[in-house]
Nanobody
Framework: QVQLVESGGGLVQAGGSLRLSCAAS????????MAWYRQAPGKQRELVAK???????NYAESVKGRFTISRDSALNTVYLQMNSLKPEDTAVYYC???????????WGQGTLVTVSS
């Protein structure tokens, strides 16, 4: 079973940047969708960005133009570059990989991002 480990979270001032990493313990070639979600205190988990097998990307409206999702298949790692961070970006960020053919999804444990004003 593939396991995911997120890293890169932390405390940053508004306007700053962070890069989150999601490293898989095994090959992720079977997984055709990779995504980042976030959950702020008292709110539901929401999709932030996703990248599909054809490198097509989708972003939540609130992060368009500021966040970039990418992946390195050789390293089995997915990244989320976050620029121009705002206090409302404060949340626990989770990595998810999905295999639609296997009907399988795997989540990481989450990494906390705190943006101070």
């Amino acid at each position: 079973q593939v396991q995911l480990v997120e890293s890169g979270g932390g405390l940053v001032q508004a306007g700053g940047s962070l890069r989150l990493s999601c490293a898989a313990s095994g090959s992720i070639f079977r997984f055709n969708v990779m995504a980042w979600y976030r959950q702020a205190p008292g709110k539901q988990r929401e999709l932030v960005a996703k990248i599909t097998g054809g490198d097509s990307t989708n972003y939540a409206e609130s992060v368009k133009g500021r966040f970039t999702i990418s992946r390195d298949s050789a390293l089995n790692t997915v990244y989320l570059q976050m620029n121009s961070l705002k206090p409302e970006d404060t949340a626990v960020y989770y990595c998810q990989i999905v295999s639609t053919t296997l009907s399988l999804e795997i989540w990481g444990q989450g990494t906390l991002v705190t943006v101070s004003s």
